[in-house]
């Protein structure tokens, strides 16, 4: 699987996002290598608010402990029971079937292109 995929975008803190309305979120197959294999993730509940930067969840792993940052702000629509059901699916299939939760964005935060993030990375598209 690719470390990153060319029809998103990135924050620095490695979630990616795609754009739509609303945008799908997750975090990225860099984030989910390091982090090992990921046992819980709390996620924003819907109809909360986050906003770009700051933390909105956390994804616990065999490793750690990490803080899920929102990559945008704006409204949360849905989150995806699936991932919290089976955490692994965010190791397995991290722009697939391990997304997030979704945002009616109001505001994006400082993103990155695929090509930065994985240059950021040291990785290949």
Not at 31 to 44: C, K
Not at 77 to 91: T, Y
């Amino acid at each position: 699987m690719s470390k990153v995929v060319q029809n998103l975008k990135y924050s620095a803190e490695h979630e990616w996002v795609a754009e739509g309305a609303p945008a799908r979120i997750g975090i990225t197959a860099v984030a989910a290598d390091a982090l090992g294999d990921i046992v819980y993730v709390d996620l924003p509940a819907v109809g909360s608010t986050v906003t770009a930067g700051e933390t909105c969840g956390e994804v616990e792993s065999t490793k750690s402990v990490s803080d899920l940052y929102a990559p945008v702000s704006g409204e949360v629509i849905e989150i995806n029971q699936g991932a919290i059901d089976d955490p692994a699916s965010i190791n397995s299939d991290p722009y697939g079937a391990g997304w997030l939760f979704t945002v009616a964005v109001t505001e994006e935060g400082p993103l990155l292109s695929p090509e930065d993030y994985a240059a950021a990375n040291d990785v290949e598209i």
